[in-house]
């Protein structure tokens, strides 16, 4: 999503994209902690802004508890997390197609290539490693997530929403098991080493020269 947005600012005259590029990006620069803390009010059951709104525009009937439904709560972890994080790829994305000759568009574009196939056969494959870092960036980021789940939900409702590494930290100063904590990580680091590899193979392969 972030990289699709990316293409659609690149096409933007450069106040509006120079605002839109700060609005995206600003998230990221917040304390996950805060913005968790933050989106704990918004999604509140009784004074909370989104059953608020809902109530407002006679939708008060799909007011829950957001946070403590099962049905939920990893969703809202889930949009909040993409909120904060997205504006990481798109800055990727729009860096390296800054990068990317502007000679190469415009001879496309003279040779009839409209924008779909521009992106197909230009923009893409001169982004490839991009696209790789940021799918990676994304991956582990999700594997390591703790701060927003347990400003959030701390875990629940039940372990609905608990991460590895809260179980890890619960484990180690709750429970006093550090040995089993100790091997979680082990086997955590395993895990994304496989995950990047998989990723690798699936995004790298041929790369292009500008």
Known sequence: MGLIVAFMIYKLRKPEGSFLRLVFFTPIMLPT????????FVFNSDMGIL????RAVGAGS????????????????AIVSGW???????????????????????????DGAGYLKQIRYIILP????????????SLTTAFRTYDLVWAMTMGGPGNL????????????FVYNEFGYSAATGCILTVV???????????????????
């Not at 059953?51 to 809902?54: G, S």
């Not at 799909?62 to 972890?77: H, P, R, S, V």
């Not at 929403?161 to 180690?172: D, L, N």
């Open 51 to 54: 059953n608020q709104l809902l």
């Open 84 to 110: 904060k994080l997205f504006g990481v790829t798109m800055m990727l994305g729009y860096t390296a197609i800054q990068n990317i000759p502007s000679s190469l568009i415009e001879s496309s574009y003279l």
């Open 33 to 40: 902690a805060i913005v968790g803390l933050l989106f704990t």
């Open 192 to 210: 994304v080493l496989i995950f990047i590899f998989i990723t690798n193979k699936l995004l790298g392969g041929e790369s292009y020269e500008y």
């Open 161 to 172: 929403t608990t991460t590895v590494p809260i179980e890890m930290i619960k484990r180690s």
């Open 126 to 137: 001169l982004i490839k490693p991009t696209i790789q870092l940021a799918a990676i960036f």
């Open 62 to 77: 799909m007011a829950t508890a957001w946070l403590e439904n099962k049905g939920t709560a990893m969703i809202c972890i």
